[in-house]
């Protein structure tokens, strides 16, 4: 048996990189071997204790001594940091864990403070890339050079395709050159000229373009950065699906307007709205969650309103998926989250097995059953003495070897073309 794996784009799904030629997502696929491999209930209570907000300093710096690259997504992941926690980490002597530290996605900025001064210059670099103690430069440099007639020729007159689409969207590009480009043979050409500013509706209708549901563009930074509400209606209304994503990512996007992309018909325009704006309502998070198929799905877990909106309905779901959300509403009562432990659908009792309102002995179940034996082991509830036989446990990851027949294809191919374990 083979099996396929989540795949897919970067934060903006419907968004391409800057400076990137169009990209298509293509299936991850992995076989037996490489499943049994990283599957084992030792490697997965590992991970798990990783990521357990109650795990002491102690047995953490065990973790980093004995298993650090069995754990350092894991850590790199993790939702919880305590002060202790950090204080390990911070005074380790391997700066691979500095490093890890100042990368970590939900370490507090207080936290982070001592590595302002640590040795390391990557550790300090990775600081600043992470923004959590220097200002953050802007993405985007928004004052720009005047395009002359010259160059603007040239740049049109190029060879390549990446240099003429950077010539079509750019403001002072003069209207003749603009009209050139609109026939260009190019389609990244074209698609940046109907997604210019000063255009009307029917003129972008006009110009060969399309966009794909799949299809990753270059979002108009005009759009995503415009503070004038006009300008966001215009692009919140057009029928260009180009302007309703870039505009999906502006930060400064009127209330009303994320109430009307809440309700597009672009999955794209939603979830690149549910990354960008607090106030979608839960409803529509977990929706998108549902659904999407990126590398980033799992950022829709932190998203303010599954916290924020109640959640409790959900308990009766007949879909497992949204019965798992449940575990998000901190009102649920624990005899709920005890009731869903016991689910029939193994989603649901993994969700809920790091839940720190189960009982004590039902952890210790969660913990026993191959299918929520990692999350049981984040839970805050699992005995520290249960924590310490799983860094026992896990003390011959280090030598194990790569089984052969391990594979993972990522492309158009199916997987039957893996070879088979073993």
Not at 61 to 90: F, G, P
Not at 167 to 193: F, I, N, Q, S
Request: charged share 30%; net charge neutral; hydrophobic share 40%.
């Amino acid at each position: 048996m083979n099996e396929r794996c989540r795949s897919g784009a970067s934060r903006a799904y419907g968004c391409r990189p800057r400076h990137r030629r169009s990209v298509r997502r293509f299936p991850l696929y992995v076989n037996d071997a490489y499943l049994a491999h990283y599957n084992k209930p030792v490697r997965l209570r590992l991970w798990g204790l990783a990521n357990n907000p109650a795990l002491p300093g102690a047995l953490l710096r065990r973790l980093l001594d004995e298993q650090l690259t069995e754990v350092e997504l894991a850590l790199e992941e993790r939702s919880v940091w305590t002060d202790e926690q950090v204080d390990v980490m911070v005074k380790h002597p391997r700066v691979e864990v500095r490093r890890l530290l100042a990368r970590a996605h939900h370490v507090r900025a207080e936290q982070c403070d001592r590595l302002v001064d640590d040795p390391d210059v990557y550790v300090r670099r990775a600081l600043a890339t992470a923004f959590r103690v220097w200002p953050a430069l802007p993405e985007v440099v928004l004052e720009r050079e005047p395009l002359t007639r010259a160059a603007a020729e040239t740049m049109v007159a190029a060879d390549r395709p990446y240099t003429r689409e950077q010539a079509a969207a750019h403001p002072d590009l003069p209207v003749d050159l603009v009209e050139r480009l609109a026939a260009d043979p190019d389609h990244g050409v074209r698609l940046a000229v109907s997604m210019r500013p000063e255009l009307t509706e029917e003129q972008r209708a006009v110009i060969g373009y399309r966009i794909g549901p799949e299809d990753r563009i270059q979002p108009a930074l005009w759009a995503r950065y415009t503070r004038d509400p006009e300008v966001q209606r215009r692009c919140a209304t057009s029928a260009h699906i180009g302007l309703r994503r870039s505009v999906a990512l502006n930060e400064h996007l009127a209330p009303d307007l994320v109430a009307v992309l809440t309700g597009d018909a672009d999955f794209a325009v939603r979830l690149l709205l549910c990354e960008t704006h607090a106030a979608v309502p839960a409803e529509i998070v977990i929706a998108t969650f549902l659904n999407v198929r990126t590398r980033t799905w799992g950022r829709l877990l932190r998203h303010p309103a599954i916290r924020r909106d109640s959640l409790a309905h959900l308990a009766d779901d007949p879909d497992p998926r949204r019965r798992a959300f449940t575990v998000f509403d901190r009102a649920v009562p624990a005899d709920v989250i005890e009731r869903l432990s016991h689910d029939p659908e193994p989603i649901v009792r993994g969700w809920c097995a790091d839940d720190a309102r189960l009982s004590p002995g039902r952890v210790l179940d969660l913990f026993g059953d191959p299918v929520t034996t990692r999350p049981a082991a984040a839970n805050p509830r699992l005995p520290v003495a249960v924590m310490r036989t799983i860094i026992d446990a896990a003390a011959g990851l280090n030598d194990e070897a790569v089984p052969s027949g391990m594979a993972v294809e990522l492309g158009n191919g199916s997987p039957e073309q893996l070879p088979p374990a073993g």
